[in-house]
């Protein structure tokens, strides 16, 4: 069964820096593509970044271009998520998912996702 | 960005109405459009990609349809389990865009 796991989120100050983690198993990590993806409280869906399956190609929204930094670890099946000089608007619930197509080198939809991790910005 | 307006923002339905929700890119996205369904305090989880390919697991009630610019994802006859929001996505280029969302409530 495939199972994605986040963690790291939690409360931090603005201007702050956090680093998520989405730990992978069920499946072979390295040949999916992944993607973060976060939900504002009462707020609908936003796509915020993504990485290949190898890691060579990287993706951001520009809300958090040049803030935020997308990596992966395949020897450990873990994505993670760096995110810097945090604003009050990067409070949310961030889910890392799956991508749907193996070895694409496009990105397509996503499945399965975790159950997300909550980031609080605050003072 | 393409842009993804879903109409209506939420409806709301009995058990054993058909429900149809739909989805409008602001370009043209051939069929790279997929459906979400969210429970409060869930993540997300995937019901139709390609615009009309049903994911494994999913019951056959759900449908997809559209192509180009306009979509739409059809409950044939609602359960009780369906009371959800759903959310379309475009995966035609980056950044990969939602729409705002269609919470489907009880009547």
């Known amino acids: 069964e495939v199972q994605l796991v986040e963690s790291g989120g939690g409360l931090a100050q603005p201007g702050g820096s956090l680093t998520l983690s989405c730990t992978a198993s069920?499946?072979?990590?390295?040949?999916?593509?992944m993607t973060w993806v976060r939900q504002a409280p009462g707020r609908g869906l936003e796509w915020v970044s993504a990485?290949?399956?190898?890691?060579?190609?990287?993706y951001y929204a520009d809300s958090v271009k040049g803030r935020f930094t997308i990596s992966r670890d395949n020897s450990k099946s873990t994505l993670y998520l760096q995110m810097s000089s945090l604003r009050a608007e990067d409070t949310a619930v961030y889910y890392c998912?799956?991508?749907?197509?193996?070895?694409?080198?496009?990105?397509?939809?996503?499945?399965?996702w975790g159950q997300g991790t909550l980031v609080t910005v605050s003072s | 960005d393409i842009q993804m307006t879903q109409s209506p923002s939420s409806l709301s339905a009995s058990v054993g109405d058909r429900v149809t929700i739909t989805c409008r890119a602001s370009?043209?996205?051939?069929?790279?459009l997929n459906w979400y369904q969210q429970k409060p305090g869930k993540a997300p989880k995937l019901l139709i990609y390609?615009?009309?390919s049903l994911q494994s697991g999913v019951p056959s009630r759900f449908s997809g349809s559209g192509s180009e610019t306009d979509f739409t994802l059809t409950i044939s006859s609602l359960q009780p389990e369906d009371f959800a929001t759903y959310y379309c996505?475009?995966?035609?280029?980056?950044?990969?865009?939602f729409g705002q969302g269609t919470k489907v409530e009880i009547k």
């Open positions: 069920g499946f072979t990590f390295n040949t999916y593509a």
């Open positions: 370009q043209r996205i051939i069929s790279y």
């Open positions: 996505q475009q995966s035609h280029s980056f950044p990969q865009t």
């Open positions: 990485i290949s399956g190898t890691g060579g190609s990287t």
């Open positions: 390609a615009a009309s």
């Open positions: 998912a799956k991508d749907g197509v193996l070895y694409s080198s496009t990105l397509n939809w996503l499945d399965p």
